[in-house]
């Protein structure tokens, strides 16, 4: 499963999701993570619409299970939602690697309902 974090520096969880412009991607499965890739979603012209502005993130991170992000609009969280991706809000400038250990400890120990139904849907739980 792809997890996303809304990240300037690609350590922290530090970016509203309607102003990230990077993406840190992870991979993630029951035995280990590992880091994929930085993903930039290019800075838009002051005029463009709002939707517009989301749906360029909602893009970038289609293929993403789970996103972490410390804030994030009612708009986008619907689409994110419509698009089968859970969101997870936590502190600003929480640590993006302590997030990915708690998640392989949730999988390894006991999934709460949310996880499994993230794990489902990128077809790695067949409980």
Known sequence: MRVAFASKDGKHIDEHFGQCRSFSIFELNVEKYKWLESRTVYAEDETEEHESRVAHRVEAIGDCTLLFVCSIGND????????????????????????????????????????????????????
Do not use: H
């Open 76 to 127: 986008a969280m619907k689409q994110l939602m419509k698009d089968g991706i859970m969101i997870l809000k936590v502190e600003p400038e929480s640590e993006v690697i302590p997030q990915m250990d708690r998640l392989l400890n949730l999988m390894r120990e006991r999934p709460p309902l949310w996880l499994i139904k993230s794990l489902r849907r990128a077809g790695e739980w067949s409980e």
